[in-house]
């Protein structure tokens, strides 16, 4: 079957791009939303560290230290529930105005939790550097005995947690178990003490 005008001439469509957008349901377009953020999610997840410098840009005013609001991943978890959670109330029924609000709201539902997840591992993390330099002027003791040029283990209480750190001692003699010494220095994950 062919569609002609009236001379006999083929028809020319005139659908345009917008004709066929909107011709697009509402579902369709909250799941095709859904899937970008779920992609975003997994290169954000697997290639973190390439997208970290969009972290930075995007919060730079909003916060002070580690993971903002406006992360990759916050945001991608935000998306993904938005889409999903939109088409899911589409599905049954919802209008599209609804259905943006249950999918706004499901976002900011599920993305809050990554969000403080996220700074709590920051915190974490910020603590036990700042915990490294905490050891520095602290008295420990020796729980595998050091010898001169090697490398032994101190235990010292750094508030109310015992922490174990490989040691080098700067003593030119050994350093017996049980013997009473100060972290003078830390460098990377190893102490250098000394004799108290």
């Known amino acids: 079957m062919h569609l002609t005008s009236g001379d006999g001439l083929p028809r020319v469509s005139t659908l345009t791009f917008m004709d066929s957008i909107a011709q697009l349901n509402a579902f369709t377009v909250f799941l095709a939303i859904a899937a970008v953020g779920f992609l975003f999610l997994m290169i954000s997840l697997f290639f973190g560290g390439m997208l970290e ?5 995007l919060d730079h005013d909003l916060d002070h230290g580690g993971p903002g609001f406006f992360s990759t991943r916050v945001i991608s978890v935000f998306i993904t529930a938005f889409g999903g959670f939109g088409a899911i109330a589409t599905h049954y029924g919802f209008g599209t105005l609804p259905a943006s609000l249950i999918g706004a709201l499901s976002g900011v539902v599920l993305a809050t939790p990554i969000y403080y997840f996220a700074r709590f591992l920051y915190g974490q993390q910020a603590s036990s550097d ?14 595998i005995a050091l010898p ?4 032994g283990q101190v235990r010292c209480k750094i508030g109310e947690e015992l922490v174990d750190k490989i040691a080098r001692s700067t003593d030119t003699a050994p350093i017996a178990e049980n013997t009473p010494v100060v972290i003078e220095e830390v ?3 190893t102490v ?5």
């Open 53 to 57: 410098h969009f972290d930075g840009a």
């Open 130 to 143: 700042s915990r490294a330099q905490d050891l520095v002027g602290q008295v420990g003791r020796v729980v």
């Open 148 to 151: 001169v040029g090697g490398v």
């Open 187 to 189: 460098v990377g994950e």
């Open 192 to 196: 250098v003490v000394r004799r108290r």
